[in-house]
């Protein structure tokens, strides 16, 4: 099955600072990485996601790459504001599976007014 | 906005007891999904429901559990016998299709379960 390592486990940065999430993957059939942002107390929100046939995107502040050979994908927040606190977990799902997301542990960000 | 509704927000219960936990998916969707995440660790998949019937199974999902959907609108995980390691947080979610391909996952807040 799939197995998705995420780093680091926290992270803190200075509000306007940028974030950095990784992410790396086992299973190189896997074709969909959604991220979600987790608040205290909340269900996992989607952010942003990417598929395999795409290397970037961007949405506002918020960008995710995409590195099919290396088997990693990256979550990119410029501009961090402290409503940008969260737990962020990355996420990779099978081609073909009945949609069974596997996440990673999960990265508490701290964005230090 | 539609969201995934779930209840109760906490529930408490004695070892070896029965729980029901219950979502209310999005309505247009047609893929359900419970995930489980205990304190601390990553989410992890349980099931995914469709068409009145389980698609997949993760190995957690023992005979211990069991899930339906009643109604048009219910979708509920059941645990028969309850045990200290199934204290978490549920979390119910939906998708329009499989989310392989299109289908974004909707989450709910989630449902604490604490077993004593």
């Known amino acids: 099955g799939e197995n998705v390592e995420q780093h680091p486990s926290t992270l803190s940065v200075q509000e306007g600072d940028s974030a950095v999430i990784k992410c790396t993957y086992s299973d190189s059939a896997s074709n969909y990485f959604p991220w979600y942002k987790q608040e205290l107390g909340k269900g996992p929100q989607l952010i942003i996601d990417i598929r395999s046939n795409v290397g970037e995107k961007k949405d506002q502040r918020i960008a995710v790459t995409l590195n099919k050979t290396a088997k990693h994908f990256s979550l990119h927040i410029t501009e961090t504001q402290p409503e940008d606190s969260a737990v962020y977990f990355c996420a990779a799902i099978l081609s073909g599976s009945a949609r069974q997301l596997t996440f990673g542990s999960g990265t508490q960000l701290t964005v230090l007014p | 906005e539609p969201e995934v509704t779930q209840t109760p927000s906490h529930q408490v219960t004695q070892m070896g007891q029965e729980v029901i936990l219950r979502c209310v998916p999005i309505s247009n969707h047609l893929y359900f999904y419970w995930y489980r995440q205990i304190l601390g660790q990553k989410v992890e998949f349980l099931v995914s429901?469709?068409?009145?019937?389980?698609?997949?199974k993760s190995e957690i999902f023992d005979d211990q559990f069991s899930v339906e959907r009643p109604d048009g609108s219910n979708f509920t995980l059941k645990i028969r016998s309850t045990k200290l390691e199934d204290s978490a947080m549920y979390f119910c979610a939906s998708s329009v299709d499989r989310a392989s391909s299109t289908g974004e996952l909707f989450f709910g807040e989630g449902s604490r379960l604490t077993v004593l």
């Open positions: 429901f469709y068409n009145n019937e389980i698609s997949e």
